[in-house]
């Protein structure tokens, strides 16, 4: 498609961006929204801004006395147009990024800050927030206004005029840049896939991994070779099996070289959203943009955070030393030439894996076949958790023939809403893997979510079966939580619906349902040999647990590596972010702050290709994952005590939907996780877990 109208700022009604769809929980009419083309895209955000404003300005000129329903209300009932042209477009321009929708996203994602900061910083609308109260029998109203407050004063509600069109501009810019960050870096992780072109160096790759990496390098218009496209992370999950260190070291250079072209120089881009962020900060009274968001998360204070990654890098550094020293011994034995490199390291661990546990991932990927583990592993846990039924409905498309559509039943058969699955690499895809949504839950609304898990497998040959890794198979279930977080969402006002909470409680469903992945009678039901139907031996899969515990120094270090690069970068001041051009410098000033600075080992992401700080929502807050981890575990400990019968664990169960689950952001996160387990969160199981006790 191509842009010839940007300059449009009318659009016919009834559109399909823009008004509710008669589909089945107005789930988006795609085949309408594809016809309409992106030429409709900027005219009809430009509309919703209109009615969006209109819808404001009647809230602000109403001459009756500020009340709840008046205001608070109405202010939710407000945006619904613009609500759905966002989560239509933004939700393509993720899975779909053409050169088209990266030049509307370039174009609206300034004009998108600019409306949302003129009712932020509305004076009158500010002060009839300020003016009402919560009915004594509306707890949820009662979060949601004070929500409401806190989030426009963090927003300049109350500064002057003058410091307001200070902080306009400076969210402009920022929305520019985080705009272009994200452009860069999927141009450049596009453009920087590594074209094998000896066999040699495929030594390692079992035969449908190798007719995989042909099959892309021909949709990618090669005349041969092997294609290998990279994901988000800097270890590529291909170095766990090459043999060829040449062909290693060739990816891994690929990734960590990412963003930091002339062309593509998201360095430079980072530098100054740093600056930017840490000045904003400033202007709203705070210390440094960290302070700034942590005020609103669930560990409170920058101070809490960096004191549980200071806590457990010590002994995530000397597990992660260990580990390595033991993969450097195997390789020396084996006859590897010279020190094991970093690009080397996954290769020869996953050797140790397979020496000390039988683990051989190229062995289990045949028991993990996506659709089997999607519905008799995924799905079938959260029908035994929750007593939820996913079927799928043909008679309802997604936007790409690989998308499929779900209806998800509740016990009594009542609808909850759907589930869109989106699993597979396309070339013009974001990597990485999410869950979001098309529409959420409200009953103000009377809407059921309607969400999407998104993932980055790379597709099979024609004709052959999709073979998971089980770090896809662990993904699968991750962002799945997430999904059940938006679909058993129960609340009253949208803007507490869902995933609508803290980064660092977002992490705690998703990661809590990773847990089901392994369980030996899940397991023994979908992981069943693609080719003869044999279930997976239980000696492999507790291999494989053993093997995934005996590996946590690497993971733990290099996911707390990438946790503090991003704490640090967001707790400078402005006058010390200015003095920083070195970005490389800063990053290893750091690491060796907390001992992680270690040749063979990097972070998770660096800071030219770290997405989810920079063109991502998880600024100052990529602690969250390990932060979430602690509840999690804490509360799998919880789940499954020891003392707990199959009735009990039900019970259990249901008391996590209704206390976590169904209370979206309308919750006290503390006081809630006090009521579901009885006791305040606990680091014990997961330093148990991580192998770090003793470690705080």
Not at 225 to 237: A, C, E, I, M, Y
């Amino acid at each position: 498609m191509t842009l010839t109208n940007l300059d449009r700022t009318e659009i016919d009604r009834p559109h399909p961006l823009l008004e509710p769809s008669s589909l089945p929980h107005q789930l988006p009419d795609f085949a309408a929204v594809a016809a309409a083309g992106d030429d409709a895209v900027i005219p009809a955000f430009r509309a919703a801004f209109a009615e969006h404003d209109a819808e404001i300005a009647a809230i602000v000129d109403n001459p009756e006395a500020p009340t709840f329903d008046n205001t608070v209300v109405a202010l939710e009932r407000s945006g619904q147009a613009l609500g759905r042209v966002a989560a239509i477009f933004f939700n393509l321009a993720g899975t779909d990024a053409t050169e088209s929708r990266q030049k509307i996203e370039a174009t609206i994602a300034p004009e998108l800050s600019a409306h949302l900061d003129r009712i932020r910083m509305n004076d009158a609308l500010y002060q009839r927030l300020n003016a009402v109260t919560a009915p004594d029998d509306d707890a949820e109203g009662t979060v949601l206004l004070e929500k409401l407050l806190r989030d426009f004063t963090r927003s300049g509600a109350g500064l002057s005029d003058e410091n307001k069109q200070q902080l306009a501009a400076m969210n402009n810019r920022l929305s520019e840049l985080s705009t272009k960050f994200g452009e860069n870096l999927l141009a450049d992780t596009q453009s920087r896939a590594v074209l094998l072109t000896d066999e040699a160096e495929l030594a390692g790759l079992s035969t449908d991994a190798q007719a995989q990496l042909a099959a892309s390098a021909k949709a990618a218009g090669h005349d041969s070779g092997w294609l290998v496209t990279l994901d988000l992370p800097t270890v590529q999950p291909i170095l766990l099996q090459l043999e060829n260190s040449a062909a290693r070291k060739k990816i891994w250079e690929a990734s960590i070289g990412r963003g930091q072209s002339d062309d593509r120089d998201n360095e430079a881009i980072a530098l100054e959203m740093v600056r930017l962020r840490a000045q904003r900060a400033e202007l709203l009274g705070y210390k440094n943009h960290a302070d700034w968001t942590l005020v609103t998360q669930v560990a409170g204070s920058a101070a809490a955070a960096q004191q549980l990654m200071d806590d457990l890098a010590p002994a995530a550094a000397a597990n992660a030393a260990g580990e390595w020293k033991e993969a450097a011994d195997l390789a020396a034995v084996r006859g590897h030439d010279g020190e094991v490199a970093a690009w080397d390291w996954p290769y020869w661990a996953e050797q140790l894996r397979k020496e000390r546990y039988s683990v051989d991932t190229a062995a289990i990927r045949p028991y993990l076949e996506l659709n089997r583990v999607l519905h008799d592993g995924v799905f079938h846990a959260a029908h035994e958790a929750f007593g939820i039924t996913i079927t799928e409905r043909d008679d309802l498309n997604g936007y790409a023939d690989d998308v499929h559509v779900y209806e998800v039943t509740d016990a009594d058969g009542s609808s909850i809403g759907l589930l869109l699955t989106d699993y597979f690499a396309r070339p013009v895809k974001r990597g990485g893997a999410w869950m979001s949504s098309f529409v959420d839950q409200s009953k103000l609304l009377g809407t059921q979510a309607v969400v999407i898990n998104v993932l980055g497998i790379a597709p099979p040959a024609a004709d052959e079966p999709t073979l998971l890794t089980p770090d896809e198979v662990r993904t699968l279930f991750h962002e799945f939580g997430h999904g059940l977080h938006g679909l058993l969402s129960n609340v009253t006002y949208p803007t507490l619906s869902g995933t609508s909470v803290p980064r660092d409680f977002v992490e705690f469903p998703s990661q809590l349902n990773e847990n089901y992945a392994w369980q030996p009678e899940l397991v023994r039901r979908y992981a069943r040999h693609v080719d003869t139907g044999e279930a997976m031996p239980e000696e492999l899969r507790a291999a494989l647990v053993r093997a995934e515990a005996a590996g946590q120094g690497f993971a733990t270090s290099e996911q707390l590596a990438a946790s503090l690069i991003d704490m640090a970068w967001h707790s400078l001041s402005s006058a010390e972010a200015a003095e920083i051009t070195d970005v490389a410098e800063f990053e290893t000033q750091v690491l060796q702050r907390s001992g992680l600075n270690m040749p063979f080992l990097a972070p998770r992401y660096r800071t030219a290709y770290f997405n989810h700080i920079f063109a991502g929502g998880y600024s100052a807050g990529y602690y969250s994952y390990m932060w979430a981890e602690a509840m999690d575990a804490d509360t799998w400990s919880w789940l499954h005590d020891g003392q707990v019968t199959v009735e009990k664990l039900t019970e259990r169960t249901q008391k996590y939907r209704d206390l976590v689950l169904s209370k979206g952001g309308s919750i006290d996160y503390t006081d809630a996780y006090r009521a579901l387990t009885g006791h305040d969160v606990s680091l014990d199981a997961l330093l148990q877990r991580r192998g770090l006790v003793g470690a705080v």
